[in-house]
């Protein structure tokens, strides 16, 4: 496995964005898929970009795992499993590289062992369109967008130390779009959410948290101006279908 690039660069001008962020297969929201093909099909995005976290790897994590849940090997092969579904309903995909989706990666490190020992993300998932980044840059009619996993989560903080709008991912309880304005230009910063089942052990630290997750996606349409499609839960927890 090489190094990443640190940063991808791409020209969105014209062109329509979706941002998914933290799907954690294989403890996604059973959703998930449905409520991305409907998306695919209603709002036909051009660009896909993925911010991170698109494995969970509980089972090879620095902490406890719980013991309920899958052994390493078969959250891995559930994992693949999920990720092939989303191959299927976008083959190319930009990542952003990020900390659960580079578990492996640091676990190796933390051992002395040579990343050359891994095999690269691309043929371990079969997904040959996909390429995972440290950064990525947009270019769109409102200007530069950095888009990475996640750095802080304080209010326009990212975008103020890039000096240009930004999204992130990883802050599962934040959804939002936070505008910034000066004399001389405005900027956004984005949070996207997830796309988590919250339910999961996995997830059983945040079960006393008061902020709970929030599940959707981020957008950018063709002229680069930013919003959020949320997806709208009913009382049992599943997606209503609604766009």
Known sequence: MEELPYRKHLVGLDQSVLIISDLHKPYSHPDAIPFLKAIKENYKPEIIINVGDELDKHAVSFHNSETSLFNADKELE?????????????????????????????????????????????????????????????????????????KTSSKN??????????????????????????VHSSRFNMIVGCLIDSDSMAFAYGKNFTKRPILGVGWLNELGEPSLIRMQLDSNGRWNGKL
């Open 78 to 150: 559930r994992a693949i499993e999920g990720i092939q579904e989303l191959r299927d309903l976008f083959p190319k995909m930009f990542l952003c590289e990020s900390n659960h989706g580079s578990m492996v990666y640091r676990r190796l490190k933390a051992e002395g062992i040579p990343i050359r020992n891994l095999k690269p993300l691309h043929e371990l998932y079969d997904t040959p369109s996909w390429s995972w980044h440290h950064e990525i840059m947009i270019e769109t009619h409102l200007g530069k967008v950095v888009i990475v996993h996640g």
């Open 157 to 182: 903080k990212l975008a103020s130390e890039f000096g240009c709008s930004a999204i992130q991912g990883h802050f599962h309880s934040l959804f939002e779009i936070t505008w910034h304005q000066s």
